[in-house]
T-cell receptor
Framework: NAGVTQTPKFRVLKTGQSMTLLCAQD?????MYWYRQDPGMGLRLIHY???????AKGEVPDGYNVSRLKKQNFLLGLESAAPSQTSVYFC????????????FGPGTRLLVL | GNSVTQMEGPVTLSEEAFLTINCTYT??????LFWYVQYPGEGLQLLLK?????DKGSNKGFEATYRKETTSFHLEKGSVQVSDSAVYFC????????????FGDGTTLTVKP
């Protein structure tokens, strides 16, 4: 599983509800990423982190927040879910800036009704 | 900004056929290039990579050559198998941009016996 787990695997939300997706890696890597995958659109970067205590916006950050309080965990929050956030969410990590290969989790499928 | 364009799919081949999936990129610097593969219900995993011009990445019979003059990184395999059926993503990683990756939209390959 590339040293990364994602929780939950699947979730159904109603519009306006909130939830947190958890990504946990056991490889002591510095960089972590949250992507969303939608049909025919590849992967789009939501937020990322270059180390414990840091976060930064990616390509599509609106409606999401993140935190990296511990090096091994990267949390993605949806404060008020919208149907447009129905997607598959992937977490990824990599060792450093120089080590460019990313390791992906198995994904979380989210359906917002 | 950076971008990756993949040939549109889906692609359907018979077993033992030759495979080419085209990928071209636009980048301001000197990115590293990747092919990732995604099997049904799983996250992406690295298939091969190349870090500089004229490098050839190879793995499991797949090959791709980093062509700076044509800004391309086409994926090839001489004889595909049913087990190669998956979605293939071309991607670039830009160390000058916090190591963020840009992904193509993915190409679905189906190999029939």
């Amino acid at each position: 599983n590339a040293g990364v787990t994602q929780t939950p695997k699947f979730r159904v939300l109603k519009t306006g509800q909130s939830m947190t997706l958890l990504c946990a890696q056991d490889m002591n890597h510095e960089y972590m990423y949250w992507y969303r995958q939608d049909p025919g659109m590849g992967l789009r970067l939501i937020h990322y982190s270059v180390g414990e205590g840091t976060t930064a916006k990616g390509e599509v950050p609106d409606g999401y927040n993140v935190s990296r309080l511990k090096k091994q965990n990267f949390l993605l929050g949806l404060e008020s879910a919208a149907p447009s956030q129905t997607s598959v969410y992937f977490c990824a990590h990599k060792e450093s800036l120089a080590q460019e290969t990313q390791y992906f989790g198995p994904g979380t499928r989210l359906l917002v009704l | 900004g950076n971008s990756v364009t993949q040939m549109e799919g889906p692609v359907t081949l018979s077993e033992e056929a030759f495979l080419t999936i085209n990928c071209t990129y636009t980048a301001t610097g000197y990115p590293s290039l990747f092919w990732y593969v995604q099997y049904p219900g799983e996250g992406l995993q690295l298939l091969l990579k190349a870090t500089k011009a004229d490098d050839k990445g190879s793995n499991k019979g797949f090959e791709a050559t980093y062509r700076k003059e044509t800004t391309s990184f086409h994926l090839e395999k001489g004889s595909v198998q049913v087990s190669d059926s998956a979605v293939y993503f071309c991607a670039l990683s830009d160390r000058a941009n916090a190591g963020k990756s840009t992904f193509g939209d993915g190409t679905t390959l189906t190999v029939k016996p």
